[in-house]
């Protein structure tokens, strides 16, 4: 399967290592350092799944997945949070319509995973409960 994913982070070995790890499983991968970055990329480049971490200068991530939910054009595009998540994150992110959770340290096969799974919600999000990994970091 291969498909388009966003991944927005404002760490680069982060963004490095999920480029790598996606890359490898034959997706395609842009990359964007903060959420305000996102949204300029988004418009040009039409993911089809975005990943977003949690605290980001500029523009957070939860906040970046709200103005997604919030335009026409994205809001179904399936989001995932990847970050090191407090309850009230992850909270939040189901409040706001985040799609899947990945905490930090993840496992390289369980962000392969959840980018597949999402990968299949294009068209269809609104069927989709999120999930929380028993790798989310809880503060």
């Known amino acids: ?3 388009r994913v966003l991944v927005v982070d404002d760490s680069e070995v982060i963004r490095q290592l999920i480029r790598v ?3 490898l499983e034959g997706f395609e991968v842009v990359t964007a350092a903060d959420g305000a ?7 040009r480049v039409k993911p089809d799944v975005v990943t ?6 500029r523009l957070d991530g939860l906040r970046t997945a709200a103005r997604l939910r919030a335009t026409p054009d994205t809001s179904r595009l399936p989001i ?4 090191a ?3 009230a ?3 939040l992110g189901e409040t706001v319509g985040v ?5 930090k340290p993840f496992d390289p096969a369980d962000l392969v995973a959840l980018v597949r799974r999402l990968m299949r919600l294009t068209g269809q999000p609104e069927a989709f409960r999120p999930e929380r990994t028993d790798r989310t970091d809880r503060g």
Do not use: H
């Not at 977003?52 to 200068?57: E, K, S």
């Not at 799609?99 to 905490?103: E, I, K, Q, T």
């Open 1 to 3: 399967m291969s498909g």
């Open 21 to 23: 790890n996606l890359e």
């Open 52 to 57: 977003l971490d949690v605290v980001m200068p």
């Open 85 to 87: 998540c407090t309850p």
């Open 37 to 43: 970055e996102c949204l300029e990329v988004i418009r």
């Open 89 to 91: 994150d992850l909270d």
């Open 80 to 83: 995932a949070i990847v970050s």
């Open 99 to 103: 799609d899947g959770y990945l905490g």
